[in-house]
């Protein structure tokens, strides 16, 4: 990313074990839309979780876009929370980030609906090609990959092939499915 694009942004070292323990403890509904936004899967795009930025510690956010997302939950529609969500907007408005809010019950129900409205959202800004991944996994037909040794990680895709790995060294290929092989150093189809 070039210089002229990138922005500095307040930073709040006390958040830091707070953002953690969010992390770790992360709602239902957060978990669900992580899972479409992790890995680069929105347009290539990096987004990160539980994001402190000033005093404030957002859901996610994605710096090569300057987009901020918000999941809110009922507290937030309560006039008290109102006022709070509308100060804390325009912080990270004044600092030229862009802040997109969803409510618990559209990404419970309409997920496909929010990662459009995010694809959309994010579609007129673009990243430095040397950024993209060079191959995105194809999520419904490979699983993530434990490579802990002697361990067993089944695909949570339907159709997805299980893989496990014990005493293997980097390069070596392997899976349980012995119609099917992996090259573990580019994660392609052999």
């Known amino acids: 990313m070039n210089n002229s694009n990138?922005?500095?942004?307040?930073?709040?070292p006390k958040l830091t074990k707070r953002a953690r323990r969010l992390r770790k403890n992360m709602i239902e509904v957060e978990v669900k839309l992580w899972n479409h936004l992790r890995r680069r899967q929105i347009k290539?795009?990096?987004?990160?979780?539980?994001r402190p930025i000033g005093n404030y510690i957002v859901d996610f956010y994605a710096p090569e876009a300057k987009l901020v997302i918000e999941v809110d939950g009922g507290q937030h529609y309560e006039e008290e929370g109102l006022?709070?969500?509308?100060?804390?907007?325009?912080?990270?408005e004044g600092h030229g980030l862009k802040v997109i809010r969803f409510s618990n019950l559209d990404v419970l129900r309409n997920t496909e609906g929010v990662v459009e409205k995010i694809i959309e959202v994010v579609g007129h800004h673009s990243i430095p090609a040397k950024r993209l991944p060079e191959q995105a996994l194809d999520l419904q037909r490979w699983s993530r990959?434990?490579?802990?040794?002697?361990r067993e990680k089944e695909s949570p895709f339907e159709g997805g092939p299980s893989f496990r790995?014990?005493?293997m060294r980097k390069g070596d290929v392997k899976t349980t499915n012995e119609n099917e092989k992996l090259d573990l150093r580019s994660f392609r189809k052999l």
């Open 6 to 12: 990138r922005i500095i942004l307040p930073y709040n």
């Open 83 to 92: 006022e709070y969500d509308e100060e804390r907007d325009a912080f990270l």
């Open 165 to 167: 790995f014990g005493g």
């Open 44 to 50: 290539g795009f990096q987004f990160f979780r539980q």
């Open 145 to 150: 990959i434990s490579l802990y040794k002697g």
